[in-house]
T-cell receptor, first 112, second 114 residues
Framework: DAGVTQSPTHLIKTRGQQVTLRCSPK?????VSWYQQALGQGPQFIFQ???????QRGNFPDRFSGHQFPNYSSELNVNALLLGDSALYLC???????????FGQGTRLTVV | GENVEQHPSTLSVQEGDSAVIKCTYS??????FPWYKQELGKRPQLIID?????GEKKDQRIAVTLNKTAKHFSLHITETQPEDSAVYFC?????????????FGKGTTLSVSS
C-alpha cells in the first residue's frame, strides 16, 4: 500500500521564478492538505483540497495556489518566489477531510 | 485563529526515564489533538491522537491527556528508549465541514541517552 508520495524531493529555484510541487495521496484517501515547514519550526497550514475544491486556507498570500485532480492527486504552485519561501513543503492526505493526516516525505525548496 | 504553544523546546532524559511534553491551545472550539514524531530528515508520523470527548488515551508506552477547561494537553512517554529521540509536535484542529487544518506547536527535541 503506497503511502503519500511527493515530487520532486529537492528543488532549487531563483528568486522571482515559479514552482510546482506534486503530491499523490495514500491509497483510499481523497483529501490533500499542504504545509510549509521552515527550519526548526512546526508545519504551517497552507490549504486543504477536497472534491477538487479548496476548502480551507491558512494565512498565506495569493502567490500560493493549488489544484486537486479527479484522481485526488494535488499540486502546489508558488509564484514570484521569495528567499523566505525556502522551506520543506509537506503534503498530507486523509479520508473525507478526516483528521488523521498522513504526511509525505516533503519537497525541500531552496530559493536563491 | 488558533495558536498552539509547546514546552519545553528541548528535553534530555536518560534511557528508562519518563518524558512529558505540554501544549496549550487558544481556540476553545478545537476538538482534535494529534501528536507527531519527526526524525531527522523524515516525514512527521502520527503517533497518538485524542478527541475532546476523551480525557486520556494510551498506546503502550505513550499516553496523551487532555484538560479542556484549562485548554492544555500533554504527551507522556514512559520507559524511554534511544529510538524515541526525535522532534515531537503537538497540533490542534477544529473538525468541521469547512476543513480539518492542523495548527502545530513549534516542536520539542527529545534526546534519550543510554
Amino acid at each position: 500500500d503506497a503511502g503519500v508520495t511527493q515530487s520532486p524531493t529537492h528543488l532549487i529555484k531563483t528568486r522571482g521564478q515559479q514552482v510546482t510541487l506534486r503530491c499523490s495521496p495514500k491509497s483510499g484517501h481523497d483529501t490533500v492538505s499542504w504545509y510549509q515547514q521552515a527550519l526548526g519550526q512546526g508545519p504551517q497550514f497552507i490549504f486543504q483540497y477536497y472534491e477538487e475544491e479548496e476548502r480551507q486556507r491558512g494565512n498565506f498570500p495569493d502567490r500560493f495556489s493549488g489544484h486537486q485532480f479527479p484522481n485526488y492527486s494535488s499540486e502546489l504552485n508558488v509564484n514570484a518566489l521569495l528567499l523566505g519561501d525556502s522551506a520543506l513543503y509537506l503534503c498530507a492526505s486523509s479520508y473525507r477531510q478526516g483528521p488523521e493526516a498522513f504526511f509525505g516525505q516533503g519537497t525541500r525548496l531552496t530559493v536563491v | 485563529g488558533e495558536n498552539v504553544e509547546q514546552h519545553p523546546s528541548t528535553l534530555s532524559v536518560q534511557e528508562g526515564d519518563s518524558a512529558v511534553i505540554k501544549c496549550t491551545y487558544s481556540d476553545s472550539a478545537s476538538n482534535y489533538f494529534p501528536w507527531y514524531k519527526q526524525e531527522l530528515g523524515k516525514r512527521p508520523q502520527l503517533i497518538i491522537d485524542i478527541r475532546s470527548n476523551v480525557g486520556e488515551k494510551k498506546d503502550q508506552r505513550i499516553a496523551v491527556t487532555l484538560n479542556k477547561t484549562a485548554k492544555h494537553f500533554s504527551l507522556h512517554i514512559t520507559e524511554t528508549q534511544p529510538e524515541d529521540s526525535a522532534v515531537y509536535f503537538c497540533a490542534a484542529s477544529r473538525l468541521n465541514q469547512a476543513g480539518t487544518a492542523l495548527i502545530f506547536g513549534k516542536g520539542t527535541t527529545l534526546s534519550v541517552s543510554s
